[in-house]
């Protein structure tokens, strides 16, 4: 079990990425899994999903398949994506050991990503276009 602090300090990490990737032009927050399991949809389509109940808790995105790999050797807190496509899905623990703001840019590329997969009259109905 995580002490005290490190967990206050985990879940207040799990805030910050919840409330940053529902800010985000169309994101939603789905659970189509299980109630306590968000999954951030643009457009109907996933671009990450968070296990807040975790130790430590973790955000899984869609990124860049070069990109993935070069955070997963870079970093030990980002593995293949738990449950996912190892190519395109990367989980990063909130355990305080990345910086938030680098996490942040990482849920943009995510939701970019899809975005930009989107058709175009998708987009145009978001005001994404």
Not at 28 to 34: A, G, K, L, Q, T
Not at 99 to 106: D, F, G, K, N, T
């Amino acid at each position: 079990m995580a002490k005290p602090e490190t967990r206050d300090t985990e879940l207040k990490h799990v805030e910050v990425v919840h409330r940053y990737a529902l800010s985000l032009p169309g994101a939603v927050d789905e659970r189509p899994f299980r109630p306590d399991l968000p999954v951030y949809k643009v457009g109907g389509e996933m671009f990450g999903y968070l296990s807040p109940k975790e130790s430590p808790p973790f955000i899984t995105l869609k990124l860049e398949p070069l990109h993935g790999q070069l955070l997963r050797s870079t970093y030990a807190a980002v593995l293949p994506g738990y449950h996912m496509n190892k190519e395109h899905w990367n989980s990063i623990f909130l355990d305080g050991s990345i910086p938030e703001a680098e996490i942040l840019c990482w849920i943009d590329e995510a939701y970019r990503l899809v975005v930009a997969g989107l058709p175009r009259s998708r987009r145009i109905a978001l005001g994404l276009d």
